[in-house]
């Protein structure tokens, strides 16, 4: 049972790529959630699913795009790479919302944009 | 809309000192509130959480939180303190009428010295 596994741990862009960050989990969870995690920030909500093929807009969704076709995985995608876009992203998951259970966070993917 | 504040960027405290944690949250609805501990270079773990009943919420590690609904507060404590809980400690609220957008607040850095 690995939880949520997120790859890559590190990334390094130049402005303007593209690249997907991979979010995985095996514990059948319905809900899961993409967040950005910058200094003096907190964590903020970028997106998230209350189940395959159902996405919803978090608090600073632009420049993001998700999807969810299996309940297992839920990537994140940046079309074309910001410096603003330089963060911690982390993915979690839970059986239900926040609310009900737990929610698993993966390690975390540090991302910078030069 | 919700907000969570954390007044306290940082808390050095000695080792075997009580430590509290303040946490203030706003929200025009009833809300759901957590509290989050980040162990250096890992994801985010659930500490407590307060859903209903009693206000006084015992949560793992030792630690507390009271729900204090007229001053819209939940703040952590813990009466003695070890080094292992150096960490960053995160707030949050999930609103009543929202049960997936978990808001967190800026987070508090915990240091314990011996």
């Known amino acids: 049972n690995a939880g949520v596994t997120q790859t890559p741990k590190f990334q390094v862009l130049k402005t303007g790529q593209s690249m997907t960050l991979q979010c995985a989990q095996d514990?059948?969870?319905?809900?899961m959630s993409w967040y950005r995690q910058d200094p003096g920030m907190g964590l903020r909500l970028i997106h998230y699913?209350?189940?395959?093929?159902?996405?919803d807009q978090g608090e600073v969704p632009n420049g993001y795009n998700v999807s969810r076709s299996t309940t297992e995985d839920f990537p994140l995608r940046l079309l074309s790479a910001a410096p603003s876009q330089t963060s911690v992203y982390f993915c979690?998951?839970?059986?239900?919302?926040?609310?009900?259970?737990?929610?698993?966070f993966g390690q975390g993917t540090r991302l910078t944009v030069v | 809309a919700q907000s969570v504040t954390q007044l306290d960027s940082q808390v050095p405290v000695f080792e075997e000192a009580p430590v509290e944690l303040r946490c203030n949250y706003s929200s025009s609805v009833s809300v759901y509130l957590f509290w989050y501990v980040q162990y250096p270079n890992q994801g985010l773990q659930l500490l407590l959480k307060y859903l209903s009943g009693s206000t006084l919420v015992k949560g793992i590690n030792g630690f507390e939180a009271e729900f204090n609904k007229s001053q819209t507060s939940f703040h952590l404590r813990k009466p003695s303190v070890h080094i292992s809980d150096t960490a960053e400690y995160f707030c949050a609220v999930l609103s009543m009428d929202s049960s997936y957008k978990l808001i967190f607040g800026s987070g508090t850095r915990l240091l314990v010295r011996p």
């Open positions: 699913s209350v189940g395959a093929g159902i996405t």
């Open positions: 979690a998951s839970s059986r239900q919302g926040p609310k009900n259970t737990e929610a698993f």
């Open positions: 514990m059948n969870h319905e809900y």
